[in-house]
Structures are given as C-alpha cells and as structure tokens.
C-alpha cells in the first residue's frame, strides 16, 4: 500500500483519514482516536498531508510536518465544493484528499507557535474589553434607575464610580446596591489593570518586529493593528496583490454580476474579523482627521464631498490594507504621497 496523498478530518477525539496513492485509487478509509495520530503518520512514508484549517490544525501541521510529510491547509469553504451528497466525516475527508491535490487551490500558511501566542494576546485584550464595556452598561444602567446620569466616555464612568465609592453620600444610594455596584467598579479595576499588562506584552512584541514597526508608519495603523497583521499575515507573498490581501480580509465589495453586467453589494465580511475592525477603526480616525484638515487628505476630502463618511472609511481601510501588503512584500515605510512623489 503506497500511500501518496492522505486527508484528515480533524476533531477533538475521533479523526477520520482517507489516503490515495498516485494515481487516485482509494487505499485506506479509517478512523483514529487523538493517541493514535502521531503513532500512525510516524509509521508512514513522506506524502502530502491535507487538513481543514480549524483551531487546532497549525498544532497538527507543526507535527507532522516534524515527521518529514507535507501538510496543506485548506479553509473549509473551498473544502464544501468537493463533498459528494451527504455530509459525513467520511465524506469531508475525502473531498479534503481530492481538494488538497487541485493545482488552484489555495492554501491558508502554517502559523508557528510564536505567531499563535501573539495572536492569543491580542484575542485575550478583545475579550477583556468586551467585558469591561459590559460591566460600564450595567454600572450606567444600575445607576439611571436612581436618577444618576452622566455623559458618555471615561469622564461619565468616572463620575459613576465616584458616586459608588464615595462615603459621604451614603443616602444617595440604598446599601444593598451600593454593595452590589462595589463589586462591579472592583471588577472594572481588575480588567484595566490586566488590560494594561497585556498591552505592555503587545508593544514589547512591536519593538521586537521590525515588520510591526514599518506597519505602525500607515497612517490609520497603530501598535495594536501593526502587530495583529503581522502575526496573522506570515507570509505575504501568498497574495499575489494587495488587492488579494484586502479581498481577504472581507474589505472588498460582494459581486452578483452575470452576462458583462457587474453588479456589487457590499462589503463581503468573509475574511479575519479582527483585522477587518482594527482597519475599519483605523480608518473612521483618519476619515475625522481629513475632515479636520483637509488640505492635508485630499483623496479622503474628496470622497467626502462626494460619499457618506462610513462608506469612505471603508474605502480607506481597503487602501490601508493594499499600503501593508506593499510594505510586507517590499520593504520601507509608508511615505505620504508629496514625499513619493519627491523622491
């Protein structure tokens, strides 16, 4: 049995593999258990090895690769085409052998453990922040029940806190709520100081990049954009343009065109969401800075005169992604087009 080619459904404890060999007749269909992966593919000549890109697949690419086999990932979509009738483990196993040999497929990088952690740290900053704007609406809400009011932004939250811990006001607020709320304003303290620390991790991580650091000069671009995209993005020469780059992180329109006639909705929303909103953040302040001084945006001012300002956000946001890949792929800074054209 000379196996050539071999696709694995991934899973938490029971994978379903399919092997070829050359020329594409099927000569092994089984099942293993999470103990049994390494022990199998160890025993293995080299061959090429195709996997759904999922949470846990970069972990198993690193291993086998180790073994001396070629891994490829593939993201699922492109995977659904080649699954014959029924959906079964069985079934994504082999459309992943079939999908994993066409010559136009196009394959996801293999992240390093390294680029993974950085990425960690970036997802573990957004879920705190997720749960500290939580903690502040339920501190607004709690508060506005009573008649305490305050505008939005850190200035209202610290009035709010102000109102919950001070002593001097005891009757402006019941015990039991003032004891509840207490609980919440300590929670909120716990979460900015380990938000803190992690942004501490995260431009400790930029400093060390000089990728990060050329990325930071993209106007719309900070630390935390900068070393997102140059943990997510590992190998930019995967894009064939910056244009490849953008459509992939979902900034492109959707199409529905047919017979030469092009029709073009809205964005897609189909690529890295992280990323996506980091650009389009990025964006809406370089967007506000143009409106503040024109003369020094005037692509953006007229945009402005012409379409809604979300909409040229997203506009800008696609160009900063074309601007980051030709800096990934070519090297130097961003320079403002006067000073290119200078030079």
Not at 23 to 46: A, N
Not at 105 to 117: D, G, L, S, W, Y
Request: a positive charge.
């Amino acid at each position: 049995m000379q196996i050539s080619t071999i696709g694995v459904d991934l899973a938490k404890n029971v994978f379903q593999v399919h092997g070829v060999d050359g020329q594409g007749k099927i000569v092994l269909v089984r099942q293993l258990r999470r103990q049994q992966i390494m022990e199998f593919f160890r025993r293995l000549p080299s061959c090429l090895v195709g996997m759904e890109a999922c949470a846990t697949a970069h972990h198993w690419a690193r291993e086998l690769m180790k073994l001396g086999h070629t891994v490829r990932l593939i993201p699922p979509s492109y995977v659904k085409a080649y699954v014959r009738r029924s959906k079964n483990d069985a079934a994504d196993a082999a459309a992943i052998c079939e999908a994993v040999t066409r010559p136009s497929m196009r394959f996801v990088p293999i992240k390093t453990a390294e680029q993974q952690a950085t990425l960690t740290v970036h997802r573990t900053r957004d879920l705190l922040i997720s749960q500290r704007t939580q903690l502040i609406n339920a501190l607004r809400a709690h508060l506005a029940e009573l008649g305490f009011v305050t505008n939005q932004g850190r200035d209202g939250v610290t009035k709010l806190i102000a109102i919950v811990i001070a002593e001097n006001n005891l009757q402006a607020l019941p015990a039991m709520m003032r004891e509840a709320l207490r609980v919440v304003v300590a929670q909120l303290a716990s979460l900015q100081q380990q938000i803190r620390e992690l942004e501490r991790s995260i431009h400790a991580q930029h400093r060390a990049s000089d990728v990060s650091q050329r990325l930071e000069s993209i106007p719309g671009i900070g630390v935390i954009g900068a070393t997102a995209i140059a943990a997510t993005i590992t190998d930019p020469n995967v894009f064939t343009s910056g244009r490849d780059l953008a459509a992939w992180i979902g900034l492109v329109p959707r199409q529905s065109s047919t017979g030469g006639k092009e029709r073009l909705g809205g964005i897609s929303k189909q690529g890295d969401r992280y990323l996506r909103r980091l650009l389009v953040v990025g964006a809406t302040a370089v967007v506000r800075h143009a409106r503040r001084h024109p003369d020094k945006h005037p692509w953006i001012t007229k945009l402005l005169a012409k379409k809604p300002a979300k909409l040229v956000a997203i506009a800008v946001a696609n160009k900063t992604a074309r601007i980051a890949w030709a800096i990934m792929n070519k090297g130097g800074i961003y320079r403002t087009p006067a000073l290119a054209a200078a030079a």
